[in-house]
């Protein structure tokens, strides 16, 4: 956010090779005044994406959900959802309300209610 307060350009280009900074940015982007891009590559494939474009086709709920999912899956390579990626984690938080819901609260309580930790239980089952 502060890289969009400093910036003397029209628009705000964030590269990252990796998903997390795309999650982040999606989470963000309504905080952020100006244009955001989304520059990254795998391999010799780049690829640029307009954020706020990708953000107006989700729901406030599912892009305030996003912070939380990626603080719980966390890395892709060192965490226990190694190699499960954050597509489908990402598809499921989409089509579920009740778990946009419990990742939208993350991180707003001291602790989770045993309702959130059964629903991230099946969460974590489905993955």
Known sequence: MNASQ???????????PDSGGLLLLLSFSDAIS??????TSSGN????????DLAATMSKQLRD????????????????FAGKGKLKALKMLQGDPDL???FSSFGTLETT???DMQVVETFVCQL
């Open 6 to 16: 400093q910036a003397t350009t029209e628009r705000v280009i964030v590269r990252s």
């Open 65 to 80: 959900a996003i912070i939380g999912l990626h603080a719980f899956t966390a890395c892709d390579s060192t965490s226990c």
């Open 34 to 39: 100006k244009p955001l891009i989304f520059d």
């Open 100 to 102: 946009q819901d419990t």
């Open 113 to 115: 209610p045993g309702q």
């Open 45 to 52: 494939n780049r690829r640029q994406l307009n954020i706020n």
